[in-house]
């Protein structure tokens, strides 16, 4: 793909609500044993929101520090692309309900690519701004889980937590952020019974297939990617994948020859936060290395979600 112009990360912000879910409480309620837990996911607890904590009010929250990060007010925005897998609300989009909260007026819709939906969201704010159709964007997902997983389900609600996670995208290079370098997708449609959730039902997913298309396309994405970028598995300053289970990421990351130092995660504290997962992994990732981060630093994101569609995002670290 030819870039006709610089896209950045100018602002970022993770929220993480204060109720946590903890393998105590899982063994009480549900067939489950410490054991199971953390030799299939590696997940000690999850943090989950409160039974009147909407899902805008947390996208809302990251959404603040994300304005505030970047040094602008909502004002300043064009484009607020929301994202979530399990809303308050058919319609009106969160996107909108976000914007009403930050007190922005610019023109906002969802996508929806359920555990892969912020990359969907970014890679669509992409668009926009590389074609002079906006010059800043704020992409916010937010999942509250309790409104699509069952609690009785031990194959399910052992896995999933609540976040939000939101960045501001723009044409303006900031003076410490992050560049776009190159987002790439993929499906395979045929797959689209794999990861389900109806209308009226719960979230349900066939593991055995999904896990094997989800290994197999990531470590694809990931060798494309630094094909793309012209570099190696050991260029780079951090790799963040799709925060799905720490067993399972741990063994992709592995596989690819990544140092684990360099693996950065949030899963075995946070759960699966589905879409907000990998930018909540990434934008904690910041915080805590950021006096170390070097102008140059090269990031690669890889997340997959329901569909099954995966996507790959390149990043460079910049500063002046």
Known sequence: MTRTQHIYLSGWGAYHPEGRLTNDDLVEQLDTSHEWLDTHIGISERRKARPDEAVAEMSANASRMALKRAGIGPDDLDLIVGVTSYDDYVAPASGARVGNLIGSQAHAFDVK?????????????????????????????????????????????????????????????PDRGLEVLTIKRGSDNSLYDAVEFPYGGWFRMDAPRTRVWVEAAMASMAADLLEEIGAEI???????????????????????GVDPEKHWHNVSWAGNTASAGAPTALFGGLEKHEQDLKDGDLILVVTVGSGLNVLGLALRWVSN
């Open 113 to 173: 690519a359920a555990c892969s939906g912020w990359m969907v969201g970014l890679d669509v704010a992409d668009s926009f701004l590389r074609t002079d159709k906006a010059t800043r964007a704020l992409v916010c997902s937010a999942e509250k889980s309790g409104i699509g997983v069952n609690p009785q389900d031990r194959t399910t609600w052992p896995f999933f937590g609540d976040a939000a996670g939101a960045a501001i995208v723009q044409t303006e290079r």
């Open 234 to 256: 050991g260029d780079l300053r951090a790799f963040v994948a799709h925060q799905a289970n720490l067993r399972l990421i741990e063994r992709i990351a592995k596989d690819l």
